[in-house]
Structure formats: C-alpha cells, structure tokens
C-alpha cells in the first residue's frame, strides 16, 4: 500500500471518525460485516493520485479506507467486483477520471465529479453520498441509489427510476459505437480506460483486450478482425465464431472449430453444417437439441452421441428412441432413468437388461451396480457361471457379495 496511508484499528477508527455509523444503514449490520479486529488504512488531509486507485482488500484484516479530506484521483477509482470490496470512506469531496463501485460500502460527503463516467453495479453494494454527482455519464445498474443532486450532461441511467434509456444507447456516447451494454463498459471502465475521449486503438491493443477476453472480438472494428486475432478468441471459446467475419468463415475455419468444441455448430450458419461435420461434433461435445440440426438425427449418430455423454438420453425426441439406443445407454453410464425413457418409447425394460448382459461380461458391472436384483442376477449367472468365464465370475460375485447375500 502506499505510504501515505497509515494503518489505524477499528476502535481508532470508531473513536475518531464513528465509522461504525458512517457506514452501512446501522450499527447492526456494521457489525455483521466487519470484523471486531479489523484495521484501516487512513489518509489525513486532502490526497493526489497520480494513478488509479484500485479499491481491493490488499492485507488481510483490513476492511478499507478512510480519507480524511479531498480525493483527486488522475485516474479511475475501480471496485469491479460487484460482491463485495473495502470500506471506502470520504470526508470531503471526490474528484476523478471515471468512478466504478461495486460492493464496496461506499460514504463521501461531498461532491462527486468525475471528467467521463460514473458507474455504480450490482445489489450488494450500498452507498451514501448526499452531495452533488457531475459527469457526462451515469450508469446506475441494479443498485440500490438515486442521487439527491446530478449534473449528468450527456447520458443517465438508474433502473431505480423510470423513463431510462435503452442499455444499447450508450453506445452513442463512448469513443467505440460497438460497445453495446453497460457490462462492456464496466470492463473498460476497470482496465482504467478512457472511455468517452476520441483515442487511436491499434491492433497491439485489440490483441491484449481479445487475449483478456474473447468477447471483446464483438467490439473490434470489422476492418480489424484479422485471422490471427480471430483464432486468438476462438482458442478461448468456440462462441467467438458469432463476431467473425464472415470471410474467414471457410471449411478449414469450421472443421478446425468442431474439432475444438462440437458446440460450435451452434454459432455457424446452418448452410454449413453437415453430415460429417455432426459425426465430429457429436465425440467432441455437441449437445444434440442446440448444436445438431435435427435432420440429421439418424441412429448412427445417436448411438454416438450417447456414447460420449449419455446424459443426453433427456434430449433425444422420444420417437427417436429405440432398444438398440437404451442397450448403449446402458451400457456406457448408469442407465438412471432407463424406466423413464422404456415407458415413454413403450419399450421393456427387461429386454434392454437382458441384452446388456448378453453382450458381454464387462457389462456386468453396469447391471450389479444399478439394476441388481433376482432376475438379471438369475440370467448372468445363465451365462457366465461357467468354465469359460470363471474368473470374471468370481470376480464381479465376489465385489458384489453383500448383495448377494440379500438375495438369500
């Protein structure tokens, strides 16, 4: 921490700024949140920040800061986090280039004033600032404020009110058009950016915003999407494939998607999908109801599917569902809703049993563990209590003893 800050106790800070009644709408809840040994880092007088001031737990036992005087912050004031964050505590006046605040307890007793934005996110947040709120814009996004005083010049939001602007509209505002949504504008916001100032952004900053998150690739100019920034999101996640241009969208683009993610049928035009690319799709993660296009649902690629997750058995159209499909559910999971889905096809249930335990002895395994009882044991041991199959015999009665004993 800085040096101009000093650590003092929570009893110093009770007896000298009655913190415990500055923050928080009572004592009670004061106490609910901050710890008996808790300490805090205090400036005495007016302070200059020459950077940003990033208002995050740094030690632990320190539940926040006090500033006994003016803030001038050449920088954003940054409590991303919507959860939670250090006490902030302001007897006097805030200056900065941009405020964000989440969950951190927030009381100035001034006025606020920041040169671009002022942000406030997320209920668990909670603030007291009776003074005047001046900036170009205010974002006041499912947090419970409304300022007594503001000189917002250029754009207001506060779902706390009515008659608000479409979230998209901010878009008029800030320096890149393609930030749509105040969640875009709270990340640029905590990376310390200007955000309503005209600025030159080059390809070496698109690659650390993209290589930061992939879903900044929505937000970079179309002239900018270049194939190596392209694969730099991809490589984060398949879903990026909704903001390429449509140029780098080829055979060798799609397949190498697929291979990453079979999910990535979701985010292609349908035109693109085929028969081949599902097969892939479906070892690879696709889950059948959002990736696979359902003309393409034939049992083949159904068998496959369960194979790799049979937790999709709940997705499968039931006039899709046939004997040969349950026996692979069966055999390659738990087979836990296998009446559900027999009932609903109008399939027996027995029949799926028996030609698991046909098919071969590892799959007893599958039929003691989940479908053990007097029947399917009667007809494994038809089977398999013999010479040939002597020591997987031995091996699967053995591990499975005590429910055999029940049986007795």
Same mark, same amino acid.
């Given at each position: ?30 106490? !609910? ?14 302070? =200059? ?44 006046? =805030?200056?900065? *280039?941009? &405020? ?31 003074? &005047? ?14 300022? !007594? ?24 505002? &800030? ?26 952004? !080059? ?79 479906? =070892? ?10 359902? *003309? ?58 028996? *030609? =698991? ?44 003893? *005590? ?6």
């Amino acid at each position: 921490m800085n040096t101009t800050f000093e650590i003092i106790t929570l009893q110093d800070a009770i007896a000298q700024y009655r913190i415990h009644e500055n923050i928080y709408e009572s004592t009670e809840v004061f106490e !609910d949140f901050i710890e008996a040994d808790s300490r805090f880092y205090l400036h005495r007088g007016d302070l =200059v920040l020459e950077k940003d001031l990033l208002l995050v737990l740094e030690l632990h036992g320190v539940a926040g800061y006090i500033i006994d005087g003016n803030l001038l912050v050449n920088g954003n004031i940054v409590n991303e986090e919507g959860d939670y964050g250090p006490v902030f505590y302001v007897k006097g006046n =805030v200056v900065c *280039r941009s &405020l964000l605040i989440g969950g951190s307890p927030t009381h100035i007793t001034g006025n606020v004033s920041a040169e671009e934005v002022i942000m406030l996110h997320y209920n668990h947040g909670w603030m007291k600032c009776p003074g &005047l709120f001046t900036a170009p814009v205010m974002v006041v996004e499912d947090y419970h404020f409304i300022p !007594d005083h503001k000189n917002i010049s250029l754009f207001y939001y506060n779902d706390e009110e009515s008659d608000n602007p479409e979230e998209e509209d901010i878009a008029e505002v &800030l320096n890149n058009k393609l930030t749509t949504t105040f969640e875009e504008l709270r990340y640029d916001l905590a990376a310390g950016e200007y955000v309503l100032s005209q600025l030159e952004r !080059d390809a070496q900053y698109w690659q650390k915003k993209v290589n930061h998150n992939y879903r900044d690739l929505k937000r970079v100019p179309p002239e900018m999407r270049t194939k190596e920034l392209c694969l730099l999101a991809l490589n984060k996640s398949v879903s990026a494939l909704e903001d390429f241009p449509p140029a780098l969208i080829t055979e060798e683009m799609v397949e190498y998607a697929v291979n990453k993610s079979g999910m990535a049928l979701r985010y292609l035009p349908e035109t693109l999908i085929t028969r081949e690319l599902c097969y892939k799709a479906a =070892v690879n993660g696709a889950i059948i109801n959002l990736d696979i296009p359902e *003309r393409f649902y034939e049992a083949a690629l159904l068998q496959l599917l369960i194979q790799h997750s049979d937790w999709q058995m709940e997705r499968i159209p039931v006039d899709c569902i046939t004997e040969d499909l349950l026996v692979t559910y069966v055999k390659h999971g738990r087979g836990a809703w296998l009446e559900k889905y027999c009932t609903a096809a109008g399939i027996s249930k027995e029949r799926i049993l028996q *030609r =698991v335990i046909e098919a071969d002895v590892a799959y007893l395994e599958n039929i003691f563990s989940w479908f053990f009882s007097a029947d399917t044991f009667a007809y494994s041991q038809s089977l398999y209590d013999n010479e040939q199959y002597s020591n997987e015999w031995t091996a699967i009665t053995t591990k499975y003893k *005590r429910k055999l004993e029940r049986l007795k």
